[in-house]
């Protein structure tokens, strides 16, 4: 059964410093994707990462995808207050469906 | 504007009166889907549509029903609700499948008593 993690749970941080942020997933998949959300409000895409070695860049965040070590990190480049939000990665359950299975989420807060 | 619209955005009912809340896209995204959003334990698929009359169940399926006889809605069925479906339900769609970039609605906040 495909289970996937993030690490931190939890990150405060502040401005103007960099982190990563972990996504560890159990089987096999061939796609994998990163989403934010602000408190209160729905969800917005950030990221489709769909082979091995696939970075990703949009300001100062960038996603990466490992997949022999089943493995994608976001990370955060000289951060700023508006990061401040949750961030959830999600993966494919398998080649032959389109069920996503997601993490937990990292509650980012960044402060000055 | 492109977007995803859900309908109601709050919603208290009790238990066992059959309810529908609708999603509609106006982007001719052929993939939709619905999902659930739960304190501690994040989002779950609930049910996911590649294209009209194709639907598949996600992680979730149980205590839902879902239709897509058009391509722009696929509303989500609760026929007979319980105080365990009290959660935060998001929909999507993107282009042709989840390989694309993801659109969600404004989420539907709905409380079973």
């Known amino acids: 059964e495909l289970k996937v993690e993030q690490n931190p749970l939890f990150l405060s941080m502040q401005e103007g410093k960099n982190y990563t942020i972990y996504c560890n997933y159990s089987?096999?998949?061939?796609?994998l994707y990163w989403y934010r959300q602000d408190p209160g409000k729905s969800l917005e895409s950030l990221f489709v990462?769909?082979?091995?070695?696939a970075v990703k860049q949009e300001g100062r965040l960038m996603a990466s995808l490992d997949t022999k070590a089943r493995l994608s990190t976001l990370h955060i480049t000289a951060a700023v207050h508006d990061l401040s939000a949750t961030y959830f990665c999600?993966?494919?359950?398998?080649?032959?469906?389109?069920?996503?299975?997601f993490g937990t989420g990292t509650r980012l807060q960044v402060f000055p | 504007e492109a977007q995803v619209t859900q309908n109601p955005r709050y919603l208290i009912t009790v238990t066992g009166k059959k309810l529908t809340v609708t999603c509609s896209q106006n982007?001719?995204?052929?993939?939709m889907s619905w999902y659930r959003q739960d304190p501690g334990l994040g989002l779950r698929q609930i049910y996911y549509?590649?294209?009209?009359?194709?639907?598949d169940k996600g992680d979730v399926p149980e205590g839902y029903k879902v239709s897509r006889k058009e391509k722009r809605n696929f509303p989500l069925i609760l026929e007979s609700p319980s105080p365990n479906q009290t959660s935060l339900y998001f929909c999507?769609?993107?282009?042709?499948?989840?390989?694309?970039?993801?659109?969600f609605g404004q989420g539907t906040r709905l409380t079973v008593v």
């Open positions: 999600a993966v494919g359950k398998s080649y032959n469906t389109d069920k996503l299975i």
């Open positions: 990462l769909l082979s091995n070695g």
């Open positions: 549509s590649m294209n009209v009359e194709v639907t």
């Open positions: 999507a769609s993107s282009l042709y499948d989840s390989r694309q970039t993801a659109f």
């Open positions: 089987t096999t998949s061939d796609r």
């Open positions: 982007m001719n995204h052929e993939y």
